[in-house]
């Protein structure tokens, strides 16, 4: 997702999961890790800075995808479980995050 105006990183990465997710979190490390990829857009490069905060969950009882954005499922899994089931198909700077 994109910042809005006047949104800090913060506010915007609470917003974006609550959005996608219906999850209401916290973020409880503000201190971010960064990650970048590239992608073209109308014949130009773009490189997108993406930030990941630690956070927890304050009220996950409105869990629902936002369909609309592509997300199909929302659940809560082991950390041990999420390897073998999605780290084949997702981008290897995801992976990296969710290793740590």
């Known amino acids: 997702g994109k910042l809005e105006p006047a949104e800090t990183e913060e506010e915007g990465a609470i917003r974006e999961i609550l959005e996608e997710t219906g999850v209401l979190v916290e973020i ?5 890790i960064y990650t970048y990829h590239m992608y073209m857009l109308k014949a130009n490069i773009i490189m997108k800075r993406t930030s990941w905060f630690k956070m927890s969950c304050i009220d996950d009882s409105m869990m629902k995808a936002q369909e609309e954005e592509g997300i199909t499922e ?3 899994m082991p950390k041990a479980d999420i390897k073998p089931v999605f780290m084949a198909n997702t981008y290897p700077t995801i992976s ?3 290793s740590q």
């Not at 409880?28 to 971010?32: F, L, M, S």
């Open 74 to 76: 929302v659940r809560w």
């Open 96 to 98: 990296a995050i969710l």
């Open 28 to 32: 409880v490390h503000h201190q971010p």
